[in-house]
């Protein structure tokens, strides 16, 4: 007896993506779907009864087919906004477009903005229908389009949507915080004060910082807007008082118009003496710049290496040691020593000051002892040619006077001091 109906198993063999087997059925036909396009698959079928044992039949010969490929656009086309460009607040704009349908997914989106202003970017390829522009221009209009694409082999592009615009919403709140205050205390020297905001923060930055110096005391100077947050200001006088306000604004001119704070604050006394080589880790002693040099045979010639101080009023003593004389305090950094002995050795030393009122000058290291010895005495005696200043002659009214003549010569002088002269 027929043991029908019979049954048939149709079998994808290529193992290509999408490909199924129908597993036993009693349809002759069969549907494969699901397939990738443009994609060979292969099928080979067998069939059996429905006895007991199932006999089976062999399998036919393998036969190949082809998919068509994918040549249709995603729908809709052209691309359309489910929700148009939206300002989410000052710097945002989000947008959502109508998802797409295409045999050959998943489907891909462009959003592109059109206008190039401060800010704007475009997506790129993305299979995310949600879309949001950051970092944009406060009160500012951008537009943008969309376009969607399939993952066929050969992409299928849809048109690109109509343009849709929207401007960022405006900026009117100064940065935060309101009141600007200082993050740290003043680091003040004796010259210099260093004063350090806190850092605002601000929807639209970057924010800039204004220090304004109030006191016009002197050396105080104001910085002009910069987005740097710290100041120093420098070439100040020691033992000053200075006060200073800070302001900040965002890229859309808000400022802190309530916001600025009086900052009292001191330059330390100057403690420093006068320093011959500025730029040296340690203040150095004062130092012969030229000499001691022999002048003359009377005087000897010196030169200080000129100082550096605050007060940018420095003076120079300079000591003879041999003698114990000195130059006294004088803002001169030369000095001549005068009215000296001819062939004679002498030393010196020099010291600087400046001129700090209270509690008093800063004295600095007298320097290394130095010497030099006055030329010899080489001339004789002016006038250059002896001379009588009363020619000889015989003495008058003295008794055998004709056996005597006087006469007297012209008082030699030595400029030099090496006298009597003879």
Excluded at 173 to 195: E, G, V
Excluded at 296 to 325: K, P, W
Aim: proline fraction near 9%; hydrophobic fraction near 25%.
């Amino acid at each position: 007896a027929l043991s029908g109906p019979v049954e048939y198993f149709f079998d994808e063999t290529s193992g290509n993506p999408g490909g199924t087997d129908s597993g036993w059925q009693t349809d002759p036909n069969y549907t494969d779907d699901g397939l990738s396009q443009n994609t060979l698959y292969t099928y080979k079928v067998q069939m059996r009864d429905r006895s007991d044992d199932r006999n089976k039949t062999g399998f036919s010969a393998e036969v190949s087919a082809t998919t068509d490929p994918d040549i249709s656009v995603p729908m809709p086309n052209p691309a359309t906004f489910a929700s148009g460009p939206s300002a989410d607040n000052e710097t945002e704009i989000s947008m959502t477009a109508t998802t797409g349908t295409d045999i050959s997914g998943p489907i891909e989106y462009l959003f592109t903005e059109t206008t190039g202003n401060p800010g704007a970017t475009s997506s790129g390829w993305r299979t995310d229908s949600y879309y949001e522009d950051i970092g944009l221009s406060q009160n500012t209009e951008y537009t943008y389009t969309v376009q969607m694409r399939d993952n066929a082999d050969d992409r299928n592009y849809t048109a690109v949507s109509n343009p849709a615009s929207v401007f960022t919403d405006r900026d009117v709140d100064p940065p935060d915080p309101n009141l600007p205050t200082l993050r740290s205390a003043p680091l003040a020297t004796d010259s210099s004060i260093r004063l350090e905001a806190t850092i605002g923060t601000d929807i639209t930055g970057p924010v800039e910082y204004l220090f304004t110096e109030t006191s016009g005391n002197p050396g105080a100077s104001s910085r002009d807007w910069s987005i740097d947050p710290n100041y120093t200001d420098t070439g100040l006088t020691p033992d000053t008082e200075y006060i200073y306000t800070i302001q900040m604004r965002d890229s859309a001119d808000n400022r802190n118009y309530t916001g600025t704070k009086a900052i009292l604050t001191r330059t330390k006394p100057d403690r420093t003496a006068p320093d011959p080589y500025p730029g040296t880790p340690e203040i150095e002693p004062a130092a012969f710049a030229t000499g001691p040099d022999p002048e003359s045979a009377t005087s000897i010639i010196m030169e200080a290496v000129i100082g550096s101080d605050l007060t940018e009023d420095v003076h120079y003593r300079f000591v003879n040691t041999t003698l114990g004389h000195n130059s006294g305090w004088d803002r001169s950094n030369r000095y001549t020593d005068t009215g000296l002995s001819p062939d004679t050795e002498y030393c010196y030393t020099v010291q600087m000051r400046d001129a700090v009122v209270s509690p008093g000058p800063n004295v600095g290291t007298v320097s290394v002892q130095a010497c030099a010895t006055t030329d010899s005495d080489e001339d004789p005696p002016e006038p250059l040619k002896a001379a009588f200043d009363v020619p000889p002659a015989p003495v008058p009214g003295l008794h055998n006077s004709d056996s005597k003549i006087t006469m007297t010569a012209t008082i030699g002088n030595d400029v030099l001091g090496n006298g009597p002269v003879e």
